[in-house]
Structures are given as structure tokens and as C-alpha cells.
């Protein structure tokens, strides 16, 4: 009786693993996620504009802009980075603060474009509850 066993045994588990004789279909492609443009200077400059006049906190400020901010004094060591930098206000736009180093909490974004020193667009909060915008131009050390 065993020999006749192992045989069919070994039928079984050949012809469960081989399957039908074809091959199956090829998965399809997984579809890619379509990622958003680039803000342009004018919409990130808006952006930031539009989270200061929603008084944004400093912890929603980077989901109500839409960007992810180059520097946010939220993630640990960003403020010692950015007070170390070479970072002046821009004197071709208006800035609602003088003084960064004063600020409860700020972030900066990059704007696109083409200068000869990186220039960002920034939201500050001094502690009273506003947010406020503010512009610089970030030179080399």
C-alpha cells in the first residue's frame, strides 16, 4: 500500500505547484501618485500671506502653505542653523519684523528663482498669537 501512496502523493503536489500550464498574467504597473507642481515665487509668497492672515500656528504652518519649509524652529536645531546664517531682510519686499533672533518661532521657505544669494519668504511668531511675514536674502558665510 505505501508505494502505491507515495505515487499519488507525488501527482498530487506536482500537479498543484505546475498549475495549469500557463504562465499568469503580469501584474500592472502600480499607478504613480501624482505629485504637485512647484509652487511658483508668486503662489508660495500668497501662501505665506494666506496662513498669516489665518494666524496659522507654527505646528500647521507647513500643511496650510502647502511647502515644506527650509527651516521651522519646530524641528530641533532648525532655530541654532538659521541664527548662525548670514540671513538679512530683503529690502525689495516689506517684512512685518526687524529682528528674527526675537521671535518666539519662524519658519522660512526657499522662493524659486534665480538669484545670486538664495532669497526666502518666512512667517514669524513673536508669542501673541499673530503670524506675521517676513522676507530675506541668505549670503554666504
Given at each position: 500500500?505505501?508505494?502505491?501512496?507515495?505515487?499519488?502523493a507525488?501527482?498530487?503536489?506536482?500537479?498543484?505547484?505546475?498549475?495549469?500550464?500557463?504562465?499568469?498574467?503580469?501584474?500592472?504597473?502600480?499607478?504613480p501618485?501624482?505629485?504637485?507642481?512647484?509652487?511658483?515665487?508668486?503662489q508660495?509668497?500668497?501662501?505665506?500671506?494666506?496662513?498669516?492672515?489665518?494666524?496659522?500656528?507654527?505646528?500647521?504652518?507647513?500643511?496650510?502653505?502647502?511647502?515644506?519649509?527650509?527651516?521651522?524652529?519646530?524641528?530641533?536645531?532648525?532655530?541654532?542653523?538659521?541664527?548662525?546664517?548670514?540671513?538679512?531682510?530683503?529690502?525689495?519686499?516689506?517684512?512685518?519684523?526687524?529682528?528674527?533672533?526675537?521671535?518666539?518661532?519662524?519658519?522660512?521657505?526657499?522662493?524659486?528663482?534665480?538669484?545670486?544669494?538664495?532669497?526666502?519668504?518666512?512667517?514669524?511668531?513673536?508669542?501673541?498669537?499673530?503670524?506675521?511675514?517676513?522676507?530675506?536674502?541668505?549670503?554666504?558665510?
Open positions: 500500500m505505501r508505494h502505491r501512496l507515495l505515487p499519488l507525488v501527482l498530487a503536489l506536482v500537479s498543484c505547484t505546475s498549475g495549469s500550464g500557463t504562465t499568469p498574467a503580469p501584474s500592472p504597473a502600480p499607478t501618485i501624482p505629485t504637485p507642481a512647484p509652487m511658483t515665487d508668486a508660495l509668497i500668497a501662501a505665506v500671506q494666506a496662513a498669516a492672515a489665518a494666524s496659522v500656528s507654527p505646528q500647521d504652518a507647513t500643511a496650510k502653505v502647502g511647502e515644506t519649509p527650509w527651516i521651522t524652529t519646530t524641528k530641533a536645531g532648525d532655530r541654532e542653523i538659521a541664527l548662525a546664517a548670514e540671513i538679512e531682510f530683503d529690502a525689495d519686499q516689506t517684512s512685518a519684523i526687524s529682528d528674527l533672533g526675537v521671535q518666539k518661532d519662524f519658519a522660512y521657505w526657499g522662493r524659486p528663482g534665480t538669484w545670486d544669494n538664495p532669497r526666502v519668504v518666512g512667517l514669524a511668531w513673536p508669542g501673541d498669537g499673530t503670524s506675521l511675514v517676513w522676507f530675506g536674502v541668505i549670503y554666504p558665510p
